[in-house]
């Protein structure tokens, strides 16, 4: 159903030439990728910190596979909390992600087996949230994405 939603919604879109220099095309993953994932990990795990890199990779690539997003458009970021705790314990990790589309649960188990093996931090330690954004909340190169 949402599928179905979305490609009525892009077909408007074409029709009514509100994109600027782009033909109508029938609305396809193909077509527009879905863009624009923001992932933020905040965590006070010095594990996750200390390999923030690798921890920054892993989610890029959990965003690119889970969520099907194209490379360009990903953006991650490693935070250094003072305190996260989940459940009273600290040492634990809050994934947050604005997305225009996607679905959280595929994405939450991707990450959480990708930090357990990066540093250990346990699934019932990691805290995922997904936001969805319509392109107009959401600018990169200058300008936002519809």
Not at 1 to 26: D, E, N
Not at 43 to 70: F, M, Q
Request: charged share 20%.
């Amino acid at each position: 159903p949402v599928a179905i939603l979305a490609q009525a919604i892009w077909a408007q879109v074409f029709a009514a030439g509100s994109l600027r220099g782009l033909a109508a095309a029938p609305p396809s993953s193909e077509a527009r990728p879905s863009a624009m994932p923001l992932a933020t990990c905040l965590t006070d795990s010095p594990v996750l910190i200390e390999k923030s890199p690798e921890v920054a990779k892993a989610l890029h690539e959990c965003v690119k596979t889970a969520l099907g997003k194209p490379d360009m458009y990903i953006t991650v970021a490693v935070s250094k909390a003072e305190c996260v705790c989940v459940n009273g314990e600290p040492q634990s990790a809050v994934i947050q992600v604005d997305s225009i589309g996607g679905a959280l649960g595929p994405f939450t188990a991707a990450v959480c087996e990708k930090l357990a093996a990066i540093g250990g931090v346990q699934k019932e330690k990691v805290t995922c949230t997904f936001r969805s954004v319509d392109g107009k909340e959401f600018a990169m190169n200058g300008k936002t994405i519809f």
